[in-house]
């Protein structure tokens, strides 16, 4: 079970260049999430899916665009990269959880693509 | 434009003592409250969840929720240099399980051995 996985673990592009990263899930959970990192930042999600074949945007969806291919597949691309995209992308797939009677939403989370944009 | 708000320190700690992590959110609206913890260079993961007021407690872990003041707080007892990691703060406003998250920008603590 290795949970969440992210390809590739880094990349630098060059400005204008494009790219897909991509991330996949094994654990059978039907959202994906896509954030990004950068430092003193904090998360900020880009898109997510909540089940196979929808994809809604996110805080900060400008210059990105998504692919829920199947339930367990998630692609983040970038058409035209930008120094400003440079940041640490991480993917993440949930389920909803239950404490106490309670259900959450728990995400799990991959080990990050770190992407330069030079 | 929903907020979570926290120092981002770093907070220094002697080992064995009590780290006190804080966070305010904008939202009165949240149901929903979250502790990752993000070690350097890795991905974040779940360590405390909290939905209703007062105290909850997981081994060395304390949360803390005071709606009212709309305030979470986390208390780790018994610091170790284990610890020291960057915590981020999340809320969201309700608990489906398509319910987004809203992160803080994190607290870098370091624990001194």
């Known amino acids: 079970n290795a949970g969440v996985t992210q390809t590739p673990k880094f990349q630098v592009l060059k400005t204008g260049q494009s790219m897909t990263l991509q991330c996949a899930q094994d654990?059978?959970?039907?959202?994906m999430y896509w954030y990004r990192q950068d430092p003193g930042m904090g998360l900020r999600l880009i898109y997510y899916?909540?089940?196979?074949?929808?994809?809604d945007k996110g805080e900060v969806p400008n210059g990105y665009n998504v692919s829920r291919l199947n339930k367990r597949e998630f692609s983040l691309r970038l058409e035209s990269a930008a120094p400003s995209q440079t940041s640490v992308y991480f993917c993440?797939?949930?389920?909803?959880?239950?404490?106490?009677?309670?259900?959450?939403?728990?995400?799990?989370f991959g080990p990050g693509t770190r992407l330069t944009v030079l | 434009q929903k907020e979570v708000e926290q120092n981002s320190g770093p907070l220094s700690v002697p080992e064995g003592a009590i780290a006190s992590l804080n966070c305010t959110y904008s939202?009165?609206?949240?149901?929903?409250f979250f502790w990752y913890r993000q070690y350097s260079g890795k991905s974040p993961e779940l360590i405390m969840f909290?939905?209703?007021?007062g105290d909850k407690e997981d081994g060395r872990f304390t949360a803390q929720l005071n709606k009212a003041s709309q305030y979470v707080s986390l208390l780790i007892r018994d610091s170790q240099p284990s610890d020291s990691a960057t915590y981020l703060c999340?809320?969201?406003?309700?608990?489906?399980?398509?319910?987004?998250?809203?992160f803080g920008k994190g607290t870098r603590l370091h624990i001194l051995p």
């Open positions: 993440a797939s949930s389920e909803e959880a239950r404490t106490s009677g309670r259900s959450y939403n728990e995400q799990f």
């Open positions: 654990m059978n959970h039907n959202s």
């Open positions: 899916s909540a089940s196979e074949g929808t994809t």
């Open positions: 939202d009165r609206g949240s149901q929903s």
């Open positions: 909290i939905y209703s007021n």
């Open positions: 999340a809320v969201s406003d309700g608990w489906y399980r398509d319910d987004k998250i809203i």
